[in-house]
């Protein structure tokens, strides 16, 4: 049973503001992307790393990849977040019982341990599940005119992170029945099979890059982080 990293990059990440596509902005001297990629190179456990692009991407050819071994390229995405992931699944030629950790390309701050601890715990699952974080903050529901309608308990709340894992073809048989706009991740997609999914302990420095004042906190997040790993060497 082999495990696979799947990323779809095929967005334009139009929240970012920026004509260069979010997977692509120069993070700390690289493309975004490129930190993601290396965070996953380090997982051994995983067999593969593939890469969902857009047909008509222009920028992938321009940066230089060839430092990262298991990666592969498809050019195969989608509309969507979830129509790459499934066009990537039909594309990937896994067997249906192989494991793939579906992972946002701009999550360039995850701990490859972190991976490495979430197969061990989901190998044997029924389902599969993903990294999230209980959630922290007071929670407000918005009525008309952005004023609070109440106070939503965040009692067995948590924040869904990725990667998220799961099995080839019942990944593929959820998101190819369950299409639509309420699956915004892939538990969701799971879930709407009456499935339950493992919540893993992930981290609060996972962070999604979705808005510019992102990026300026991710390369605090990288730096941190390198230097957290010169202190241990």
């Known amino acids: 049973m082999k495990h696979i990293a799947l990323i779809p990059?095929?967005?334009?990440?139009?929240?970012?503001?920026?004509?260069?596509?979010?997977?692509?902005?120069?993070?700390?001297?690289?493309?975004?992307?490129?930190?993601?990629?290396s965070a996953l190179a380090k997982v051994a456990e995983l067999d593969r790393i593939v890469v969902v692009i857009s047909p008509e991407d222009e920028w992938w050819d321009s940066f230089d990849w060839s430092g990262f071994a298991r990666l592969e390229v498809l050019r195969c995405g989608g509309a969507s977040r979830a129509e790459s992931v499934l066009n990537g699944l039909y594309a990937v030629q896994a067997a249906e019982d192989d494991w793939v950790l579906v992972h946002d390309a701009a999550r360039p701050c995850?701990?490859?341990?972190?991976?490495?601890?979430?197969?061990?715990?989901?190998?044997?699952?029924?389902?599969?599940?993903?990294?999230?974080?209980?959630?922290?903050?007071?929670?407000?529901?918005?009525?008309?005119?952005?004023?609070?309608?109440?106070?939503?308990?965040?009692?067995?709340?948590?924040?869904?992170?990725?990667p998220q894992m799961f099995r080839v073809a019942q990944l593929a048989h959820a998101l190819a029945t369950g299409m639509g706009p309420d699956i915004t991740d892939e538990a969701s997609a799971l879930e709407k099979l009456g499935l339950q999914p493992q919540l893993i302990m992930g981290s609060p420095w996972n962070l999604k890059v979705t808005y510019p004042q992102d990026l300026r906190l991710a390369a605090l997040i990288l730096v941190a982080g390198q230097q957290d790993q010169s202190g241990k060497a």
């Open 110 to 162: 995850l701990d490859p341990a972190l991976v490495s601890q979430m197969i061990a715990a989901l190998t044997g699952h029924p389902v599969g599940g993903i990294l999230a974080v209980p959630v922290a903050d007071t929670l407000k529901l918005a009525q008309a005119g952005q004023h609070i309608a109440h106070t939503h308990p965040r009692d067995g709340l948590w924040q869904a992170q990725t």
């Open 9 to 37: 990059a095929a967005g334009s990440g139009s929240r970012m503001a920026s004509l260069t596509p979010k997977q692509y902005l120069d993070l700390s001297g690289k493309p975004l992307i490129w930190h993601t990629l």
